[in-house]
C-alpha cells in the first residue's frame, strides 16, 4: 500500500484551480487538512489526520508550513520518510501552493528526514547505509493492505450468499460500481451488494498492481495465485490474520500517542 491514497475524485484538481482565488485563511487550511487527510501511515493504513499526527498547517501566500509528529521517536525512518513524501506532494497538489514545507518533529531522524523530503532527495540520498528502499516498503504494504481489504470484499459477497466456487471465478470487469451499490455479475445475473468494501478492495488491488485489466482475477492468493474455491476459506484466515497484526499495532500506536501527547481530556 502506498503511504498515499488514490485520489477517486477526478474533478477535484479543477476545484482546487476554480477556488484558489476565493480560498482565505479557514478554507486554504481546511484545503490542507483535505489533502492531509489522503496521507496515510503505511504501517496502520489510516489517515495521519485522523490518528491526529498532524501539529502545525500553517498557509503564507502559496508558502505551506506542516508540522507532524509521530507516536514515538523511533518509528520506522522509512515510513515517516513516506507519510513525509506523501503529505508534501498532496499539499503541493492544490492549484494554489507554490512549495510546501514539511518537517518531522521528536523523531530520531527528524533533521535527516526533514532536510531530505525538503530538498528533494531520495529516501537513499538521505539514508545511503539503509537496507533496502522506500519503494520495496511501499510494495509491501501495498500487498498487505490488498489482502486485509480483499478478505471484506469476499467476506461482503459470502454474506450477499455468493458461493465460494463463483466468488474465485471473478474478473474484475465483472464488477460495476453505481451509486452506492456494487453490482457483481454471476452467470448471467447480477448480486447487489455495498459499494464500499468492494471499491476499496479495488482500489488498493489496483494500486498494489494485482488487479489492473477489465479481465484481471479479481481476488487472488497473498502471493497473488488464482484462488482454489475449496482454499477461500483457508485465504480468509490469512487475510484475517493480517488485519488482527495492523489492528493490534494500531492500539499501540494510539497508545503510545496519547502517552505522549496526553488525551483530549487532559489536553481540554
Known sequence: MSGSRTNTGGDAGAADTADAAELTDGPRTAAIRDRLDRVEDPELARSIVELDYVDTIEADGGR??????????????????????????????????????????????DEEITTGVNARDTFGETFPDADGGVAEVRAAIADKARVSRQREAIATLLDAGVDPAQIVALDRDDVTLDGEAAHVELDGFSVVVDRDPIETYVNRAAESGHVTDAGDTLFLTPEGDRIAPDRLDRVQKRARLADVNMSGQGAVCDALHRARHGSDDESG
Open 64 to 109: 505551506v508550513l506542516v508540522q507532524f509528529t509521530l507516536p514515538t521517536a523511533w518509528c520506522s525512518p522509512a515510513f515517516a520518510w513516506m507519510m513525509a513524501v506523501d503529505a508534501r506532494d498532496e499539499v503541493e497538489s492544490l492549484a494554489w501552493v507554490e512549495t510546501a514545507r514539511i518537517e518531522l518533529c521528536d523523531h530520531m531522524h
